[in-house]
């Protein structure tokens, strides 16, 4: 059955330190996508990475950073030298293929509060 | 690019009453999804679209909830009668394709905040 755990319901952490927001997911599948979605206080969702199942090569961008490893079904998300304006609700999904197209699931997301 | 468009962004009702959400994808995105999110916790998919036809709406209670997109471009999502656990933000998404083997990110609409009382 498809699942994304986000066992980290919110973290704290002071501006300029840094942080790894946790993703365990379960699929049935060998083919499959996982994301990871932003959301601010204004509320839109905001894409931020996909990855599909035989890309598990790491991904660095900016402050941001991802780290797949297939052997623990996880899909980590570092945040480095973090900022105020980091502070959002980010989600984890997962897509898999289910008769002919995809099927996205989310996790219930990790509130991420950056204090000054 | 013009992004996800939805309306209206806010929606005070009782509960019984019926209410209408629209929704107008990103040019050329052929999947289009609705998502219900209760405050604290991750999005819900209720119903999607590719084109103009349905390819999942396994979450969507249909007795109370329809939606339709008209010539696979906008989409309105009703309820009727509402319930108090309808009070919930309604978000739209939109993805290039979804389906051949690839799966697009998704981008999404500003959501329409619906409270019952």
């Known amino acids: 059955a498809q699942k994304v755990t986000q066992a980290q319901t919110e973290i704290s952490v002071v501006e300029k330190e840094d942080v790894t927001l946790d993703c365990v997911y379960e699929t049935r599948d060998t083919t499959y996508y996982l994301f990871w979605y932003k959301q601010p206080p204004s509320g839109e969702l905001v894409f931020l990475i996909r990855r599909n199942s035989f890309d598990e090569q790491n991904e660095i961008s900016g402050r941001y950073s991802w780290n797949f490893q297939k052997s623990t079904s996880s899909f980590n998300f570092t945040i480095t030298a973090s900022q105020v304006v980091d502070s959002a609700v980010y989600f984890c999904a997962l897509s898999e293929a289910d008769s002919g197209t995809y099927k996205y699931i989310f996790g219930t997301g990790t509130r991420l509060k950056v204090l000054a | 690019e013009a992004g996800v468009a939805q309306s209206p962004r806010y929606k005070i009702i009782e509960k019984r009453q019926s209410v209408a959400f629209w929704c107008n994808p990103i040019?050329?995105?052929?999947?289009l999804y609705w998502y219900q999110q209760i405050l604290g916790q991750g999005p819900k998919l209720l119903i999607q679209?590719?084109?103009?036809?349905?390819?999942?709406d396994s979450q969507l209670p249909k007795d109370r909830f329809s939606a339709e997109r008209l010539k696979g471009v906008d989409s309105t999502l009703k309820i009727q009668p509402a319930k108090l656990e309808d009070s919930a933000v309604y978000l739209c998404?939109?993805?290039?394709?979804?389906?051949?083997?690839?799966?697009?990110?998704?981008?999404f609409g500003p959501g329409t905040r619906l409270t019952v009382t």
């Open positions: 998404a939109s993805s290039l394709i979804s389906g051949g083997g690839y799966s697009n990110e998704q981008y």
């Open positions: 679209f590719q084109n103009n036809g349905v390819v999942d």
């Open positions: 040019s050329g995105h052929a999947t």
